[in-house]
């Protein structure tokens, strides 16, 4: 049997072909989508593909990792323009059978020169992948919803390697987008943590929350080392409104 790995590949490359036979990794009968954008089941996929293979789309493959029942990927897309993502599967008997997604224009160098998606990508220290996976929802539960900022070298590197678009490398810069508010209200609020997903030295978390007062969901990916953040991606994506929504299985 193909390991989640792989069906997470066939099924994302169908989007350079719109061929509907990639939608065969689909469970359809059992497929949950959590893409607002997008209708359900495999029939809302087929016609996705269709419609993306019009713009001679191409899907890169950064990073893909396997958790449990769990495949996850952070890819580039360029459908028409380029897109930073992060793909989440969940999988029953060698079917995709639950999807989620947060997807946002690539943007950056950022000032410390790097992109949001080059970095380390190699899978190392799987013996600590619970504590690693333990580290990062407590960093977000105590200090990116918490906000016990106090705590960011308990968990952060000081030299921290970041590929956020807007952000430069280390502990100071990361602190102060933190604090940064208006009107006394942060510009950047994590508010809950919906999923944490791990393999290895690397850990995915999906947070929900709003920036700039609008409803915001939060995928941030870290590298770690020795017990800390070493390294950092994300992709921030306004959630849409509920009237817009195409299918009523929520964003997380």
């Not at 958790?67 to 580039?76: N, R």
Request: charge should be negative; charged fraction near 25%; aromatic fraction near 10%.
């Amino acid at each position: 049997m193909a390991s989640k790995k792989d069906l997470l590949k066939t099924l994302l490359k169908g989007l350079e072909t719109g061929d509907p036979a990639a939608a065969a990794v689909v469970n359809e009968d059992k497929y949950i989508q959590h893409n607002p954008q997008t209708h359900e089941g495999s029939e809302g996929l087929a016609v996705l593909f269709a419609r993306l293979a019009k713009t001679s789309p191409k899907v890169t493959f950064k990073r893909v990792f396997e958790d449990g029942d769990f495949a996850f990927a952070h890819i580039e897309y360029d459908f028409s323009s380029l897109r930073a993502a992060f793909e989440v599967f969940r999988f029953e008997e060698g079917k995709a059978v639950e999807h989620w997604d947060n997807i946002q224009p690539l943007r950056g160098p950022n000032p410390s020169g790097r992109s949001m998606q080059d970095g380390a990508a190699e899978i190392a220290d799987l013996d600590r992948t619970e504590e690693n996976r333990a580290l990062a929802r407590n960093y977000t539960e105590q200090v990116l919803i918490g906000r016990q900022l106090d705590l960011l070298p308990d968990y952060v590197r000081t030299d921290l390697i970041q590929h956020s678009p807007d952000l430069p490398d280390g502990l100071p810069a990361l602190r102060s987008t933190l604090v940064d508010t208006v009107n006394g209200t942060a510009t950047t609020l994590y508010q809950a943590l919906h999923r944490v997903l791990a393999e290895g030295n690397f850990v995915l978390c999906a947070s929900e929350g709003q920036r700039n007062g609008v409803s915001t969901s939060f995928y941030d990916l870290y590298r770690f080392e020795d017990g800390k953040i070493a390294e950092h991606w994300d992709t921030v994506e306004t959630i849409p409104p509920r009237s817009d929504w195409k299918n009523d299985n929520g964003k997380f």
